[in-house]
C-alpha cells in the first residue's frame, strides 16, 4: 500500500513539474515574442540601466564627465539640478564646475534626498520643477501633458536653450536601409509602409516603436511628426524594428553595435551636420526653471551655461553649442 502511494506521489509530482515547465516555457514565448517586442530598446527602463551613475559623477578622478571648473563664483543656497538620462553627462559636469564635493551626496546606487545633484528622467524632472523639489531640469521640450500639469499648478516654466541636438532614428545593423527621408519616416508610422521592401529593405513587416507618454524621445516623435497621427501597430510580433532617440545617446552612452542610425533627406545625424544645421531634425536642449523661483543663483548658473565655459561643456560631452 505504502509503495503505491509512493508511486502516485511521484506521479503526482512529476505532473506538477511538467505543467510548471509548461508554464515557464510559454511565459518565456510570451516575453521572447511579444513582451520584448514591445519594450522599445532605448526606453526609460533602459535609460535607468544603461546610465551608470556611478560613471558621471562629479568631483570622481576616474568619471567620464568633462571637467572644467567655472569662474563663477555661487554662494549660498545651491539650486538642486535633474533632468533627462540622455543629458545626465552635461548636468552632472555642470554641478563639478560650480559646486563643492560636500553638495553630492551619492550612496552607492542613487543619489540622496539632500544632494543638490539628482537624476529621475524627463517625466520626474518635469513634475519635480513644478512641485517645487529641484530648481532646475535639463531636459528636452515637455510634453502637452507637462505643459497642462504646470498650467494646472499655476507655475510658469522658464525654458532656455542651451545646446542642441540630432533627434535620430535607429534600425537593425543587419537592415540594408541607410537611408530615408522625413516623409517616409512619416509614413511609416502612418501606417502607409508596411514591409521594408517597400523602401529598399528586406521582405519583412515594419514595426515601428512608440515611448511611453512624457518621455523626452516620445514627446520629440510626436512634435516631428506633427498632424500625422500613429497608426496601430500590429506587425510588432513578427516586424523588424524601427525605433528613434537622440543622437550622442545612442553614440556615446548606449554604444550599441546591433543598432545604427539612419540618415534622413541624405544627411547622416553626425556632431557636424547638427552643428551646421543640415540635418532635418534638430532638438533644443533646455534649462528649465520656474518663472516665480526665489533663489537668484538659479538665474546665475542658467546665464552662465549660456557662458563660454558652459558651451564648451555642453559641447565637449558630445552635443551642439547653441550659437
Known sequence: MMKIDRL????????????AAVFASFNFAVFELFTKRCLPSYGEGMQAKSIELDQYLPFEE??????????LALT???????????LYPIFSAFVHANYPESSVEFDGESFTADSKLQYTNTRGAYQRIVDGDIDIAICAVPSEEQLAYAEAAGVELELVPIGREAFVFLVNSNNPVDNLTVDQIKDIYAG??????ELGGPDRLISPLTRNEGSGSQTALLNFLGDTEIAPDYDSLLGSAIGFSFRFYVEGIVEDGS????ALNG??????NVANGSYPIISEIYAVYRKDDPNENVKLLVDWMLSEQGQQIVEESGYCRVG
Open 267 to 272: 544627411v547622416y545625424p553626425s556632431a557636424e
Open 62 to 71: 576616474d568619471s567620464k564627465i568633462v571637467k572644467l571648473k567655472s569662474d
Open 192 to 197: 502607409k509602409y508596411r514591409n521594408w521592401k
Open 76 to 86: 549660498g543656497d545651491l539650486p538642486v539640478i535633474d533632468g533627462a538620462a540622455a
Open 8 to 19: 502516485k506521489l511521484v506521479r503526482q509530482i512529476g505532473i506538477l513539474l511538467a505543467v
Open 259 to 262: 543598432v545604427k542610425m539612419l
